[in-house]
Nanobody, 123 residues
Framework: QVQLVESGGGLVQAGGSLRLSCTASGSIFRINVMGWYRQAPGKERELVATIPSGGSTNYADSVKGRFTASRDNAKNTVFLQMNSLKPEDTAVYYC?????????????????WGPGTQVTVSS
């Protein structure tokens, strides 16, 4: 079983910064892509950033230049540094990971989600 847990959300004024963290734990063989998504009230969940184990990070246009995603592969952790926050960044932020497990001689890949962390940006 694999679990993802986010931390670092909170309330911040417009123009401020927050840093989110997400750590995966459990019977992990390898993590391929890790990413961040967000869902605002009344809206669909949307991609914020994805970061592969190798290669370049992909960002939503709305956060380019303000948010930076990074990961620590040794700790199965992904980070999201959010600067110059705007009220429209208010949402529940979810961590997502493409996790490969190995059990009984079989490799399996599955996407896992964290429970989410609330980010609120006041104007």
């Amino acid at each position: 079983q694999v679990q993802l847990v986010e931390s670092g959300g909170g309330l911040v004024q417009a123009g401020g910064s927050l840093r989110l963290s997400c750590t995966a734990s459990g019977s992990i063989f390898r993590i391929n892509v890790m990413g961040w998504y967000r869902q605002a009230p009344g809206k669909e969940r949307e991609l914020v950033a994805t970061i592969p184990s190798g290669g370049s990070t992909n960002y939503a246009d709305s956060v380019k230049g303000r948010f930076t995603a990074s990961r620590d592969n040794a700790k199965n952790t992904v980070f999201l540094q959010m600067n110059s926050l705007k009220p429209e960044d208010t949402a529940v932020y979810y961590c997502n990971a493409d996790v490969q497990t190995y059990s009984g001689g079989v490799y399996r890949s599955k996407y896992y989600w964290g429970p989410g962390t609330q980010v609120t940006v006041s104007s």
